[in-house]
């Protein structure tokens, strides 16, 4: 694609809203497909070149939210022009009240493998995973199923555990890039997140995907252990472990789902735009849309933006196929 002609499709909720309501209904899906229940008549047609989503979920996250299921995701991906979305599944006790085993994920994106992306998981804690070679047979497996990733991963240990490091050393081996939440539970660390970097070091082959509070929080050079499990609030100082790290490391990117990747964009909007227009090239669009119904900052946030086409476009979709390995 051209670069003006890029500029001028910008990825606009407000604008595809509008276009959407003069379009005839679409046929995205394939027959078998709608078959399952998304009906062409109550859907709207999704555009070309519309979003990667890099983080989304199946299933039940906790107690007072219903099931997602797959028809639920791709109807809000339809009405959001998400193209394609990453499902993640989640296993190790700290980040689920239920688990979201990898073999159910597989099981319920496989009718939709040209929208819904399966990524896979392994707690380094299993107790198989003494043998060494164990992590890297068990992602073969998962790969040759139809995972093209790893994540989210979210065990109760330090990032820069030797477990987890043998752990990211097969995800490398498979080629799998890996989509990471730090807080002061799940793959912890310290301010600076020096334990990320020495992962990084001890890794170099591995592609690490940051997301989380921890992980946002270090956008500002002013930030301490508290902070690394919340929402910042304050301007960013800047010289913050992520523009040091993302500089550093060219195999470090960034999630910007959830509450915490729209907090440190949002608190200081100058900065936050600037930052990602800086490392345009490492940032991925996200949600961590979880629930029917739930409510998405992040479309809202681009809007007010308005970055540069160019850089919307490596955002909203470019980087992920990079990363994922998609497209032509």
């Known amino acids: ?134 992590y890297t047979d068990i992602l073969k497996r998962y790969r040759d199923a139809g995972a093209v990733g790893f994540g989210e991963h979210k065990w109760g240990g330090a990032i820069d555990d030797e477990r987890n490091i043998a752990l990211m050393k097969a995800c490398a081996a498979v080629g799998f890039p890996v989509l990471f939440h730090v807080d002061n539970d799940r793959n912890w660390d310290r301010p600076g997140l020096p334990g990320l970097e020495k992962l990084l070091q001890e890794v170099p082959d591995v592609k690490l995907i940051g997301h989380g509070p921890g992980w946002w929080a270090s956008i500002s050079a002013e930030v301490n252990q508290g902070d690394l499990h919340g929402y910042p609030k304050t301007p960013i100082v800047p010289g913050g472990a992520l523009d040091r790290l993302l500089s550093k490391y060219p195999n470090l990117f960034g999630d910007l789902s959830a509450g915490s990747g729209h907090n440190a964009i949002r608190r200081d909007l100058g900065f936050g735009r600037e930052f990602l227009i800086r490392h345009a090239d490492r940032m991925m669009f996200g949600t961590d849309y979880l629930a029917d119904k739930q409510v998405v900052e992040q479309f809202a946030l681009f809007e007010t933006l308005d970055l540069p086409g160019e850089v919307e476009t490596k955002i909203f979709r470019s980087n992920a196929e990079k990363l994922l390995g998609l497209g032509g």
Request: with cysteine.
């Open 1 to 134: 694609m051209a670069r003006n002609e890029a500029a001028h499709r910008r990825l606009s909720r407000r604008a595809f809203a509008k276009g959407a309501l003069g379009m005839a209904a679409g046929c995205f899906l394939t027959e078998h497909q709608l078959s399952g229940g998304l009906l062409a008549a109550d859907r709207v047609e999704i555009p070309a070149q519309g979003r990667i989503d890099i983080h989304t979920h199946l299933g039940q996250p906790w107690n007072e939210r219903g099931e997602l299921t797959a028809k639920m995701l791709l109807e809000w991906m339809d009405l959001n022009r998400v193209e394609q979305a990453v499902v993640l599944p989640l296993i190790s006790p700290e980040a689920w009240f239920y688990p979201i085993t990898t073999e159910w994920v597989l099981k319920e994106t496989k009718p939709f493998r040209d929208r819904l992306l399966p990524f896979c998981v392994v707690d380094p804690r299993t107790a198989v995973m003494a043998a060494g070679d164990q």
